[in-house]
């Protein structure tokens, strides 16, 4: 009798467990089948970059080799799949008093930007895909224009058009865009980037990266080089290697260190000796949603 007891004792405890371990795993598919319910039905998305940077790069040249503070607050409609629309808005404040009188120790660009794009092909495993991107940039500058008429403009616009073709190997990004309405006493210009990016996933929070870009401008677009000699254009690279850790989903830190140069011989003799080839680095805070 206590042995008859003893086996339905455990066929019940059995039953019980096996039952248990249903529900849970029919209780994880559920969470699953959930959270990717959500992320199908999310229609924005939206975040925060807070960057301090040991100079200010832009289109792969150097515009200052001093310590920078560069927030920007993004946010995209992606509930048109597989169409998205979009805008940020950026900022450079110059921290460093080295700088001459115009940009030191003060808040100096807002940059405001719009843009839509498109996944025009993506094969069915998700890890191959190209995508296009149409956007309009309006630069605005936070000081006062000099008398002699050859100075900074409070403000120039660009449109642009990228391509990025994401795969497994190394993705490829280019982008071709206009300046208009006239910055300075230098007429508008054209500019073309190329540009290559990899990332390996150390483990589930560190992510190691690694990026080389290329910028090609004509004669007309080399504005923010103030010598009207110069008339060949310009050539600017930057590459850059980059650890990110994902503290949260919504948070992650970057940490960042990269090489700039400038190719065109002429404009390297316009530049300033500091300014040509540096080496720099900086940081990244980023909150998402």
């Known amino acids: 009798m206590n042995r008859l007891m003893t086996v ?19 209780s994880s598919t559920e969470n699953k089948e959930i959270e990717l319910q959500e992320e ?10 807070v960057d301090l940077n040991s100079a200010y790069i832009w289109r792969n040249v ?17 509930g048109l799949d597989p ?28 940059d405001y930007n719009i843009h839509v794009g498109a996944t025009a092909w993506e094969n069915e495993d998700g890890d191959m895909s190209l995508e296009f991107e149409l956007g309009h940039e309006w630069y605005t500058y936070h000081f006062d224009r000099r008398e002699d008429g050859c100075s900074l403009s409070p403000s120039t616009r660009e449109f642009y058009l990228n391509g990025k073709f994401k795969n497994p190997v190394v993705n490829v990004l280019a982008q071709f865009g206009g300046m208009y309405d006239d910055i300075s006493c230098y007429d508008s210009g054209f500019y073309y980037e190329l540009g290559f990016n990899k990332e390996f996933a150390l483990c589930d929070e560190l992510t190691l990266g690694f990026d080389w870009g290329i910028t090609l401008g004509d004669a007309d677009y080399l504005y923010f080089i103030y010598d009207e ?9 930057t590459a850059k290697a ?12 970057t940490g960042s260190i990269a090489y700039t140069g400038t190719m065109n011989s002429d404009a ?14 900086g940081f990244r805070l980023s909150f998402s949603y």
């Open 8 to 26: 339905v004792a455990a066929s019940v405890c059995a039953v019980s467990l096996s039952g248990s371990a249903i529900a849970a795993e029919d």
């Open 40 to 49: 199908e039905d999310q229609l924005f998305e939206a975040g925060l970059d």
């Open 62 to 78: 150097v515009q200052t080799d001093k310590l920078v503070f560069q927030p920007c607050v993004w946010a995209d409609f992606v």
């Open 83 to 110: 169409f998205w629309f979009g805008f940020y808005y950026w900022q450079n404040w110059d921290l460093s008093s080295d700088r001459f009188d115009l940009f030191h120790r003060r808040f100096n660009e807002s």
């Open 229 to 237: 000699d110069v008339k060949e254009g310009f050539a600017g690279t």
């Open 242 to 253: 980059y650890l990110t850790w994902s503290i949260t989903e919504w948070m992650s830190l």
């Open 268 to 281: 390297r003799d316009a530049q300033s000796s500091d300014d040509k080839d540096i080496l720099w680095g």
